[in-house]
T-cell receptor, first 113, second 116 residues
């Protein structure tokens, strides 16, 4: 039973355009959401997060949007750069156990120069 | 901040053998986590420690798996009587406190286990 879903295994975008990565979750107890980025042969690194009390959080080129009623979040990268090519994991945790972070299966983003 | 260190990077073992992995977290982090990642999947939570106390274990962590963090610093993950299904990347992470954004998980580069 996958509680965090990323239905697009891969995505290709031209350099300079917007990348939109989507994530859906099923557990209504989740109230904190994170995105991690992973390069080959490295561990995931934290990118950006959002609490359920917000619907948007920005950090430079990265913006995360949260739609609680739809149990959906998305990560926007503008403008996309070749160095953004990586696997992106959506993750979530619940206030009952913030230490137990649940990850989605990931979306592999390729930014084409 | 020297990062989370995991050893070995790769381990090949025969079915039925025991293996042990080590994780050295970032020194000021009191929380330490173990995750497992298989091909095409995201990291799956196995267990976590606050200092030396193991606070939660996933049902994925069968009786053949045991994790310790004896002095609240480094941690070991042991798998007894390995099976081919144990083949995966084992990731360790640490944080100052709960996995919220102001204390995100810092992951090591993992130990890749192959059971033949």
């Amino acid at each position: 039973d996958q509680q965090v879903k990323q239905n697009s295994p891969s995505l290709s975008v031209q350099e300079g355009r917007i990348s939109i990565l989507n994530c859906d979750y099923t557990n209504s107890m989740f109230d904190y959401f994170l995105w991690y980025k992973k390069y080959p042969a490295e561990g995931p690194t934290f990118l950006i997060s959002i609490s359920s009390i917000k619907d948007k959080n920005e950090d430079g080129r990265f913006t995360v949007f949260l739609n609680k009623s739809a149990k959906h979040l998305s990560l926007h990268i503008v403008p996309s750069q070749p160095g953004d090519s990586a696997v992106y994991f959506c993750a979530a945790s619940a206030k009952t156990s913030y230490d137990k972070v649940i990850f989605g299966p990931g979306t592999s983003l390729s930014v084409i120069p | 901040d020297t990062g989370v260190s995991q050893n070995p990077r790769h381990k090949i073992t025969k079915r039925g053998q025991n293996v042990t992995f080590r994780c050295d977290p970032i020194s000021e982090h009191n929380r330490l986590y173990w995750y497992r990642q298989t091909l095409g999947q995201g990291p799956e939570f196995l267990t976590y420690f606050q200092n030396e106390a193991q606070l939660e274990k996933s049902r994925l962590l069968s009786d053949r798996f045991s994790a310790e963090r004896p002095k609240g610093s480094f941690s070991t993950l042991e798998i007894q009587r390995t099976e081919q299904g144990d083949s995966a990347m084992y990731l360790c992470a640490s944080s100052r406190r709960g996995g919220k954004g102001n204390s995100p998980l810092h992951f090591g580069n993992g130990t890749r286990l192959t059971v033949t």
